[in-house]
């Protein structure tokens, strides 16, 4: 359950980074770098992180407030007994720890095609998106830890179609996982109920994509 200040605090930077954006004159502006000082503020003291990274990190938004959209790449296969397995990376800004490939989308792309860029560099895999099975609220499924901006998180199925070359910089190398033997995962990317929901869309292609 999101905590009272942590909604309260998103509530307030969004109101100061959208009158920031339209603020008609310096009085104006005043008043919402002043709004935007009290949410960063409200959010240091429900985190413990430090004020300057904390405000560093809202002012590099910059006009009218938005949820960040994630997107995740699902690849499953059957194993010679017939049991499911999941492909996952490590995540190195998180200790090592297990989720689907995937990362927020850039500007001037489409969700799939975000998805598919991240599969490629987090992975190394060449894919093809198949299925969009779920659009969740990250606050309500899985996401742990305080984060200063509203998610939505985008899940894809996808199928290998080849390989490419992959990134360095947040990944680990790619495995398979037995769906009844998952590594320790990175809640506030990929939780254990993600990766069995998602299973059953692979399973049942005709199932209609879940939403919050």
Not at 14 to 27: C, D, F, M, P, S
Not at 166 to 175: A, D, N, V, W, Y
Request: glycine share 10%.
């Amino acid at each position: 359950m999101i905590p009272n200040w942590l909604k309260y605090a998103r509530e307030l930077q969004a109101a100061a980074q959208t009158g920031l954006t339209y603020a008609a004159n310096k009085y104006e502006k005043d008043r919402y770098e002043h709004l935007a000082d009290l949410a960063a503020r409200m959010m240091v003291e429900g985190s413990g992180e430090p004020l300057a990274l904390v405000k560093g990190a809202f002012a590099e938004q910059s006009g009218y407030c938005t949820p960040k959209v994630d997107v995740r790449g699902c690849i499953y296969r059957r194993n010679g007994d017939g049991k499911g397995e999941v492909l996952l990376v490590s995540e190195l800004n998180d200790g090592g720890k297990w989720t689907f490939p995937g990362g927020f989308s850039d500007p001037n792309e489409g969700p799939s095609g975000s998805c598919v860029r991240e599969v490629e560099e987090e992975a190394g895999l060449v894919v093809k998106v198949t299925k969009l099975c779920g659009v969740y609220d990250r606050d309500k499924r899985g996401g742990t830890s305080p984060y200063p901006f509203h998610i939505y998180k985008l899940f894809f199925l996808c199928e290998i179609t080849g390989t490419c070359e992959k990134s360095e910089l947040e990944t680990g190398e790619p495995q398979w996982f037995a769906l009844d033997a998952l590594p320790e995962l990175s809640w506030d990317r990929t939780c254990e109920w993600h990766i069995h929901r998602m299973y059953e869309h692979f399973l049942n292609p005709a199932m209609a994509a879940d939403w919050d």
